[in-house]
């Protein structure tokens, strides 16, 4: 047994056993936990702190760029969710629905929110009468759920998730289409410069494309189990939803005219890809610009110093724009503290002994690398400051070489299943026939197309039908 207060660390590696390794990751260094309602998860403070500093810095820019918070209801009748045929044809398997309240039969189902486009659009048809009612740009930070009868797992899928999901509404596709660059930009923003997570962008095939839009574009991931992993997204829906609940305006000429749409999103699907790509066989690894404390200030002694917890608490003051914190449990020992905050993932770890308080010093230890260097205390907030950039640019360098390092190109189907199985992200040519994406999934024992590749496929011939082959596209086995 373990002191109380300590986790007892992981106990199998991370290229051996990945699955164990990510259940004991996330409940060990106090990530999520299971609740009693199947494929749900509890997001514990460490990393729901983690989740409102990535909304944060995304709702920023979102007003930024002009787009507004607001909040519909998590019920939708099923009338309003019938209107769009693509649409409730993409999401009905997943629906939850609320058919008693009380002791009362409901005259009408109501669906517990998938999306929102639904109970949305019928007040954007109310609001939207001109052209100077536009652009209508609303976004809001909530909750979803998707009754997923896959086997679930933390973050990366769950029956319920929090995310963002944005609506916006224009008066010409040229707008509606010059927001999806700019939405790339600030999702890309937050998880090259918060997470420290690079990702590959592209274009959804007709089959892999969000129900009821013209098209979707997403970010992917790669993690080290060989799966890829969907991340933000931005969905152009055309006129579908317009036509479909009659979102008109009368433009500048007196004529009427049908909105052009937009969604998008992110979801708290990103922590379980950060936390995948960056930890190891410790524990948790956080990007400093993520981590809600960012160092950790251990006095090494014996029993009770009190000349050392007097400088740690100094310290303490001195470093609080760090957010840190002194371990002074003295009911375990001073490994055991190393290993407990290297499990839970803090950036830094100051190490303060009677040599270092003698020679007005500390010893600091790098989370990522357990690189541990001497700094003079006058010399400690500028070492601190250039040590988490150094942590962060080194995370992103690893997860780029990570990520570039499991793509590769192949030209027949004998390749192509060499490659899944040795677990990378595999270009090849494709033919649009959707069998063949269905066929590409069967003899793969699940991979699929994940976005449409710039590379030229002319003269090239489908893997799956020999036919000429539309398009290359990245292939790899998902969540």
Same mark, same amino acid.
């Given at each position: 047994?373990?002191?109380?207060?300590?986790?007892?660390?992981?106990?199998?590696?991370?290229?051996?056993?990945?699955?164990?390794?990510?259940?004991?990751?996330?409940?060990?260094?106090?990530?999520?936990?299971?609740?009693?309602?199947?494929?749900?998860?509890?997001?514990?403070?460490?990393?729901?702190?983690?989740?409102?500093?990535?909304?944060?810095?995304?709702?920023?820019?979102?007003?930024?760029?002009?787009?507004?918070?607001?909040?519909?209801?998590?019920?939708?009748?099923?009338?309003?969710?019938?209107?769009?045929?693509?649409?409730?044809?993409?999401?009905?398997?997943?629906?939850?629905?609320?058919?008693?309240?009380?002791?009362?039969?409901?005259?009408?189902?109501?669906?517990?929110?998938?999306?929102?486009?639904?109970?949305?659009?019928?007040?954007?048809?109310?609001?939207?009468?001109?052209?100077?009612?536009?652009?209508?740009?609303?976004?809001?930070?909530?909750?979803?759920?998707?009754?997923?009868?896959?086997?679930?797992?933390?973050?990366?899928?769950?029956?319920?998730?929090?995310?963002?999901?944005?609506?916006?509404?224009?008066?010409?596709?040229?707008?509606?289409?010059?927001?999806?660059?700019?939405?790339?930009?600030?999702?890309?923003?937050?998880?090259?410069?918060?997470?420290?997570?690079?990702?590959?962008?592209?274009?959804?095939?007709?089959?892999?494309?969000?129900?009821?839009?013209?098209?979707?574009?997403?970010?992917?991931?790669?993690?080290?189990?060989?799966?890829?992993?969907?991340?933000?997204?931005?969905?152009?829906?055309?006129?579908?939803?317009?036509?479909?609940?009659?979102?008109?305006?009368?433009?500048?000429?007196?004529?009427?005219?049908?909105?052009?749409?937009?969604?998008?999103?992110?979801?708290?699907?990103?922590?379980?890809?950060?936390?995948?790509?960056?930890?190891?066989?410790?524990?948790?690894?956080?990007?400093?610009?993520?981590?809600?404390?960012?160092?950790?200030?251990?006095?090494?002694?014996?029993?009770?110093?009190?000349?050392?917890?007097?400088?740690?608490?100094?310290?303490?003051?001195?470093?609080?724009?760090?957010?840190?914190?002194?371990?002074?449990?003295?009911?375990?020992?001073?490994?055991?503290?190393?290993?407990?905050?290297?499990?839970?993932?803090?950036?830094?770890?100051?190490?303060?002994?009677?040599?270092?308080?003698?020679?007005?010093?500390?010893?600091?230890?790098?989370? $990522?690398?357990? @690189? =541990?260097?001497?700094? #003079?205390?006058?010399? *400690? !907030?500028?070492?601190?400051?250039?040590?988490?950039? +150094? &942590?962060?640019?080194?995370?992103?360098?690893?997860?780029?070489?990570?990520?570039? $390092?499991?793509? @590769? =190109?192949?030209?027949? #189907?004998?390749?192509? *299943? !060499?490659?899944?199985?040795?677990?990378?992200?595999? +270009? &090849?040519?494709?033919?649009?026939?959707?069998?063949?994406?269905?066929?590409?999934?069967?003899?793969?024992?699940?991979?699929?197309?994940?976005?449409?590749?710039?590379?030229?496929?002319?003269?090239?011939?489908?893997?799956?039908?020999?036919?000429?082959?539309?398009?290359?596209?990245?292939?790899?086995?998902?969540?």
């Amino acid at each position: 047994m373990s002191p109380v207060g300590v986790s007892k660390g992981i106990s199998v590696k991370k290229e051996e056993n990945f699955s164990q390794w990510y259940q004991e990751l996330i409940l060990k260094a106090e990530l999520a936990d299971y609740s009693s309602v199947s494929g749900c998860m509890i997001l514990r403070p460490r990393s729901y702190a983690i989740w409102e500093k990535i909304k944060e810095s995304i709702d920023k820019d979102f007003k930024e760029a002009g787009i507004e918070d607001a909040y519909f209801p998590v019920f939708i009748p099923q009338s309003s969710f019938e209107k769009e045929k693509e649409h409730l044809e993409g999401f009905s398997p997943e629906v939850a629905w609320v058919t008693e309240a009380g002791n009362r039969k409901l005259s009408e189902r109501l669906a517990v929110r998938p999306t929102s486009e639904t109970i949305m659009y019928e007040s954007y048809a109310k609001w939207i009468r001109s052209w100077r009612d536009l652009p209508l740009r609303l976004n809001q930070w909530n909750n979803a759920v998707r009754w997923e009868f896959k086997n679930p797992v933390p973050f990366f899928r769950t029956r319920e998730f929090l995310w963002n999901e944005g609506h916006s509404a224009f008066a010409t596709e040229k707008e509606a289409l010059a927001e999806g660059k700019i939405l790339k930009q600030i999702y890309q923003k937050c998880c090259e410069e918060l997470m420290a997570l690079p990702g590959l962008y592209g274009r959804k095939t007709e089959n892999e494309k969000f129900a009821g839009a013209v098209f979707t574009e997403k970010f992917h991931y790669y993690i080290q189990n060989g799966r890829a992993l969907e991340g933000p997204s931005f969905h152009h829906d055309g006129q579908n939803f317009a036509k479909a609940y009659n979102i008109s305006f009368l433009d500048k000429n007196g004529n009427r005219q049908y909105v052009w749409q937009n969604t998008y999103a992110i979801s708290t699907r990103m922590l379980g890809v950060m936390f995948v790509v960056h930890s190891d066989n410790r524990g948790l690894v956080i990007p400093p610009r993520l981590a809600e404390n960012k160092i950790v200030i251990v006095p090494i002694a014996s029993g009770i110093d009190d000349d050392l917890l007097k400088k740690a608490h100094e310290l303490k003051k001195i470093l609080a724009e760090f957010s840190p914190i002194v371990d002074t449990r003295d009911y375990i020992t001073t490994g055991e503290k190393f290993y407990d905050w290297e499990l839970k993932g803090i950036p830094i770890r100051l190490e303060l002994g009677q040599r270092e308080l003698k020679n007005q010093e500390v010893t600091l230890v790098k989370r $990522n690398t357990f @690189e =541990k260097r001497v700094v #003079k205390e006058a010399d *400690l !907030k500028k070492a601190i400051s250039e040590t988490l950039e +150094e &942590i962060h640019n080194e995370l992103f360098k690893n997860a780029e070489s990570l990520l570039n $390092n499991n793509i @590769e =190109k192949a030209e027949t #189907k004998k390749d192509f *299943l !060499k490659l899944i199985k040795a677990k990378k992200i595999v +270009e &090849i040519p494709l033919c649009k026939n959707v069998r063949c994406e269905e066929n590409l999934k069967e003899i793969s024992g699940g991979a699929k197309p994940l976005f449409i590749s710039n590379y030229d496929a002319k003269g090239k011939k489908c893997i799956i039908c020999g036919n000429d082959a539309d398009y290359y596209v990245y292939a790899a086995k998902t969540y």
